[in-house]
């Protein structure tokens, strides 16, 4: 059976889903979040799919780790992982995040509304995709485009 699960999370934070392979991958998904963005409030669940089959987790902020752990027992899917971030963009940390030995894979990383798909098999459940954010309602022109570029210099992602 397919399913559709939306991810929970504040409107005022991000979140990196991925899928890796190792019970390790708690520790080092933290270590970088804290030495990508000092002062970054997250929250980490990892699913094991072997083994004590536990939700691990990390983070330093209650209400974020509260929100990965809930989101990633909702998902019910095996070696995924969830952080959920204030004070920061996937974008201060993906790549770390790409690099770390054990993820595998991201499946998303935004601040939009996200729905997981997921396939409800015999062991558990696989992600198929994700839906992030809303469907385009247009072609940018010169105005939007404009606009675009300011946005990039003002917020400091561009020169």
Not at 25 to 52: N, Q, R, Y
Not at 73 to 82: A, E
């Amino acid at each position: 059976m397919i399913k559709e699960i939306n991810i929970d999370k504040p409107e005022d934070s991000n979140v990196i889903l991925g899928y890796s392979h190792f019970i390790k991958t708690v520790e080092d998904l933290s270590e970088i979040v804290v030495t990508s963005v000092p002062g970054c409030k997250f929250g980490l669940a990892f699913s094991e799919a072997s083994g004590e089959r536990l939700v691990r987790f990390d983070g330093n902020d209650k209400e974020l780790i509260d929100m990965a752990i809930k989101n990633i027992i909702n998902l019910k899917s095996g070696h995924t992982f969830i952080i959920i971030i204030r004070n920061a963009y996937p974008i201060n940390m993906l790549n770390a995040i790409k690099m770390c030995q054990e993820v595998g894979s991201i499946f998303a990383a935004t601040a939009n509304p996200l729905s997981v798909i997921v396939y409800e098999g015999n062991n558990g459940n696989g992600i198929l995709g994700v839906i992030d954010g809303f469907s385009p309602l247009g072609i940018e022109d010169e105005t939007a485009k404009e606009k675009r570029k300011k946005l990039l210099r003002d917020i400091g992602y561009k020169s």
